[in-house]
């Protein structure tokens, strides 16, 4: 078994896999994330605290990754994007979450913690890749509609002036501030 984008084989990608799920499961229940009574009150700008656990993990999954990458535990495992094709996926993403009021990673730790209608997100999700076939099959690749953005590579230096990673960082943990202070942490 190769645990990718980790570079762990056997059972070391094995228990990592199983640390990191039960990390990412135990986060999304004490974020509020695993319920569908938050992304509403999130989508209506009413709550701001999973804007803030967003913001929050970006600023820490973008620094992290790269020191990561840095070391050789990580591997990029990226499939050409495009810039039409990406906005589109964009919108459809959007209207499925406003729809199903749940995320997907968020659905699949409430149909774990015994939220049975979040079955219906899972549902939703698996019938996606027979959807994306059978439009294959009618439009000629839609994924690949637009201008083909770049490709991504680690910065050289960590700390330079050439490395994205610090201020997307920071503007992330700028814009959490920020929510802090604009919106409530629950609806009460």
Request: glycine content about 10%; hydrophobic content about 55%; overall charge negative.
């Amino acid at each position: 078994m190769k645990l990718e984008p980790l570079a762990l084989d056997g059972m070391p990608g094995l228990i990592a896999a199983i640390l990191l799920g039960a990390c990412l499961g135990f986060t999304l229940v004490k974020s509020d994330l695993a319920w569908d009574e938050c992304c509403v009150p999130f989508m209506a700008l009413k709550n701001g605290k999973i804007l803030k656990t967003i913001l929050m993990t970006f600023a820490l999954g973008t620094v992290g990754f790269y020191f990561a990458a840095r070391a050789g535990l990580v591997n990029f495992q990226v499939a050409p994007a495009y810039s039409t094709s990406a906005i589109i996926g964009g919108v459809l993403s959007g209207i499925g979450l406003a729809l199903a009021g749940f995320f997907p990673s968020g659905s699949v730790a409430a149909l774990g913690a015994g939220r049975l209608y979040a079955f219906w997100v899972l549902l939703g999700m698996v019938l996606v890749s027979p959807a994306k076939r059978l439009m294959t099959q009618i439009i000629d690749t839609p994924w690949n509609w637009g201008r083909e953005m770049a490709a991504p590579h680690l910065a050289s230096e960590a700390f330079g002036i050439s490395n994205w990673i610090w201020p997307l960082a920071v503007g992330a943990v700028v814009l959490t501030a920020l929510v802090q202070f604009l919106l409530p942490d629950d609806d009460e």
